[in-house]
């Protein structure tokens, strides 16, 4: 089975920036669509953006539009997530996974945005 790995994450001011990568230890990536989900304490995860295969996005949440941009390279089979002017509504866990839902998850990574 997948497993998901994701870093990157921290503690940033609003405003800030970070990028978070994601990938696999056991299996390419390269076959499937891959979004970025965002955990909010008590919340199911909702997904914020994902990328075909060929590495074009084909979705963004509204919340996130003109500030996140998700990207891959497959070469290296990662997945990125560049967050800009992050903002405290941001503040999460991020996971990645398939575009259309998963019921496998890894260990996420912790986004938080405080002064």
């Known amino acids: 089975q997948l497993q998901f790995v994701e870093s990157g994450g921290g503690l940033v001011q609003p405003g800030g920036s970070l990028r978070l990568s994601c990938t696999d230890v056991?299996?390419?990536?390269?076959?499937?669509?891959i979004a970025w989900y965002r955990q909010v304490s008590g919340e199911e995860r909702e997904a914020v953006a994902c990328?075909?295969?060929?590495?074009?996005?084909?979705y963004y949440a509204d919340s996130v539009k003109g500030r996140f941009t998700i990207s891959r390279d497959n070469a290296k089979n990662l997945i990125y997530l560049e967050m800009t002017n992050l903002k405290v509504e941001d503040t999460g866990i991020y996971y990645c996974?398939?575009?259309?839902?998963?019921?496998?998850w890894g260990q996420g990574t912790q986004v938080t945005v405080s002064s």
């Open positions: 996974g398939p575009c259309g839902g998963s019921n496998i």
């Open positions: 056991r299996f390419r990536l390269d076959q499937y669509p």
């Open positions: 990328v075909r295969m060929s590495g074009e996005p084909m």
